[in-house]
């Protein structure tokens, strides 16, 4: 599928990993919702529209399941149409488990994986009427391996794992496809603020010895958005950190 004049969604897109998502599908002509907790930066829309592409922004935290159901129907509204979703948003709370309090776990998993849960749900129902769709969860290497001091993020990651894997199956049918992304160490705002040690660790654990960037993540959503025969993968974005057998 060729995702000129199509419609797509990108949560969490102020920034990072979903900012560059959202302008690699601008780039191929497609009319782009953007969404955050916060106000979208002017910059972003601006250079969104550079590209020719329509833009609407809708706010919200889609662990609502009320906000999650604004996001789908407006954008159906405003577009007449919801082709590509992208599950982006989410949050990390890091404590080594002793420490880790019963709202640090819940919170984490409402927004990365509920969260995921609640727009999957509602845009289901769009996409099951036009037999078209491609849904595509934002995961990471953490899901597929763990982490001291990130079991909240971890659970909530192979959640999306379990989810995508689940809905890929049930959704197949209608022509829908649902994929996961799971990124390694990407340079993002996140991983600006690790200490010359630490990120000295990460690359160590990487065998391409490097961090990658957003872009490396976003064509990756673009490539899967625009290929109908693969459904139910999780694609790694790590440098080669995690190799599957």
Do not use: W
């Amino acid at each position: 599928m060729t995702t000129e004049n199509k419609t797509v969604i990108v949560t969490g897109s102020s920034r990072g990993i979903g900012k560059a998502i959202a302008i690699a599908f601008a780039k191929t002509g497609a009319n782009i919702v953007l969404n955050g907790r916060n106000p979208i930066p002017a910059e972003l829309i601006t250079e969104i529209e550079s590209y020719g592409a329509k833009v609407h922004t809708i706010l919200g935290d889609m662990s609502d399941f009320d906000k999650a159901k604004q996001l789908i129907d407006e954008t159906k509204e405003v577009f007449g149409s919801v082709d590509v979703l992208v599950n982006n948003a989410g949050i990390t709370n890091d404590k080594l488990l002793m420490r880790m309090s019963e709202d640090d776990f819940d919170q984490t998993l409402s927004v990365n994986l509920k969260g995921t849960f609640n727009t999957i749900r509602h845009a289901t129902k769009v996409m099951l009427k036009q037999r078209s769709g491609t849904i595509i969860n934002m995961s990471s290497v953490v899901g597929l391996v763990g982490n001291v001091g990130q079991a909240n993020y971890a659970a909530s990651k192979a959640g999306v794992i379990g989810l995508t894997k689940s809905a890929a199956r049930e959704l197949a049918a209608r022509g829908i496809t649902v994929n996961a992304i799971a990124p390694g160490f990407i340079e993002t705002e996140m991983t600006d603020v690790l200490s010359d040690k630490m990120k000295e660790l990460a690359v160590g654990q990487v065998p391409l010895k490097r961090f990658g960037n957003v872009d490396d993540v976003a064509r990756v959503a673009v490539f899967l958005s625009e290929n109908n025969y693969i459904t139910g993968q999780v694609i790694n974005v790590d440098g080669g950190m995690v190799m599957n057998g």
